[in-house]
């Protein structure tokens, strides 16, 4: 059983920076595949996009294309803590947004990877 515990959300201007927080407990893996997804305005929970991943084993890291360059995944592993550093906001990042995780080696940015779920932070970007 993984739990996990997001925070950082909150409303910025376009162009301003957040940091989201994942903090991950009730585990003695030694590796997870972590990732952030993040639910817009009016979307069901199966259209949920994956924003950005890692394997915390061996750091290797997967982003979607709308946030290369802007968003950036790190975990630490002392504070098994999640993050996401999101730069150059736009609306279009207005949503909430998720933390998941998966006790799996084969790590991505589809949902049905996952197994265990956040409640959510909201993030919305003001123009």
């Given at each position: 059983q993984v739990e996990l515990a997001e925070s950082g959300g909150g409303s910025v201007q376009a162009g301003g920076s957040l940091k989201l927080?994942?903090?991950?407990?009730?585990?003695t893996y030694n590796g997870l595949?972590?990732?952030?997804?993040?639910?817009?305005?009016?979307?069901?929970?199966?259209?949920?996009?994956?924003?950005?991943?890692?394997?915390?084993?061996?750091?290797?890291t997967y982003y979607d294309d709308s946030?290369?360059?802007?968003?950036?995944?790190?975990?630490?592993?002392?504070k098994r803590t999640l993050?996401?550093?999101m730069n150059s906001l736009k609306p279009d990042d207005t949503a909430m947004y998720y933390c998941a995780a998966v006790p799996h080696?084969?790590?991505g940015l589809r949902m049905d990877l996952y197994n265990y779920w956040?409640?959510?932070?909201?993030v919305t970007v003001s123009s």
């Open positions: 927080s994942c903090v991950a407990s009730g585990y595949c972590m990732g952030w997804f993040r639910q817009a305005p009016g979307k069901e929970r199966k259209e949920r996009e994956g924003v950005a991943a890692i394997y915390t084993g061996s750091g290797t946030v290369k360059g802007r968003f950036a995944i790190s975990h630490d592993n002392a993050y996401l550093q080696l084969f790590c956040g409640q959510g932070t909201q």
